[in-house]
């Protein structure tokens, strides 16, 4: 076969390549309070808007302001005849990862995320309720394969888990 052929076979797969993308679906979010003389959640919702786009609203009133000291713990799994630990298990001090948000570029990507959906915008101490509102999974460029999916978050403050947030997703 002639180059030139060859070049038009690349070119036409490339295109249809391109054109097969994956889609991510926000499909249900639990917020659970674990201590309710600490905080609660004044909402915590999914809104769908269409059939595409579908984001998470919530707010955490902390009722023994202020908050000086909060880890978070993050895990990923995904849905094997249930949720079973897939691939990340992290656990952050919030107060210092929110004074260094540069350390690292995964560190950087998730607060440049966060911040334009949230109030979670400055160091400790926290002296006023968390809100998180129209978080889209559009955000996210996620790097995992097909299948449904838990992102579990345990609110940690002064070494006692105070909070839970579980996003469940769905990639196809």
Known sequence: MSFRLRLFELIVLLYFIKQISSTVELTNVICTSLDPEFAN????????????????SLKVNLLK????????NSGLLKRFSGYKPYLYNVTVDACRFLKNTKSSPIAAYFYGFFKDHSNMNHTCPFNHDV???????????????EGDYLLQTNWIAYDINRANVKLYFTLS
């Open 65 to 72: 302001k202020p908050i000086t000291k909060i880890k978070v």
């Open 41 to 56: 959640f004044e909402y915590c919702y999914l809104k769908s808007i269409n059939r595409t786009y579908k984001y998470v």
């Open 131 to 145: 809100v998180v509102e129209k978080l889209s999974i559009n955000a996210i460029n996620t790097h995992v394969t």
